[in-house]
C-alpha cells in the first residue's frame, strides 16, 4: 500500500507545508498558442512562476476549416492548441480564472478551456 500524496513546494509566491493543511487546485487550460504568452506574462504578474505546458490536439464540432495538403483540400475540425497546468491556491483560483477569461474576452477567443480539481485528491 503505497502513502498518501503529500503537497509541498511553492504555489505562486507561497510555500506550502505538506502537513499544515494546505489547499490547492490543479488548473488546466487549453489555450490557443497565440494566447501563450500573454497568459503567461499575466500569470507572472500573479506570482505564478511554474507550469507545465504541452502541446494538444483537440476536436471542435463548431469550427470545420478547408485545410490544404499537398495540393488536396480537405475539411479538419481538429486544430492545434496547449495546454497549461498549474497549482494554484484554492483562493486564488477565482482570480486567477477571471484573469484568463479576461484574456480570452479581449482576443475574441471563445475556445479556452478551463478546468481544475482538487490537488489533494490526484
Known amino acids: 500500500m503505497s502513502a498518501p500524496l503529500q503537497l509541498g513546494g511553492t504555489i505562486g509566491y507561497y510555500s506550502m507545508d505538506p502537513g499544515g493543511g494546505a489547499d490547492a487546485k490543479l488548473i488546466t487550460l487549453v489555450v490557443p498558442p497565440g494566447l501563450f504568452d500573454e497568459i503567461k506574462r499575466a500569470l507572472g504578474t500573479f506570482g505564478v512562476r511554474r507550469m507545465v505546458v504541452s502541446q494538444v490536439y483537440r476536436v471542435d ?3 470545420n476549416r478547408v485545410e490544404s495538403y499537398r495540393g488536396r483540400r480537405y475539411e479538419s475540425d481538429v486544430s492545434t492548441g496547449l495546454r497549461i497546468e498549474l497549482l494554484a491556491r484554492t ?14 474576452a479581449n482576443h475574441r477567443a471563445p475556445n479556452i478551456q478551463i478546468w481544475m480539481i482538487d ?3 490526484l
Not at 483562493?91 to 480570452?104: A, F, N, Q, S, T
Open 91 to 104: 483562493e486564488d483560483v477565482d482570480d486567477l480564472v477571471r484573469l484568463i477569461e479576461r484574456i480570452g
Open 119 to 121: 490537488a489533494r485528491r
Open 61 to 63: 464540432d463548431r469550427d
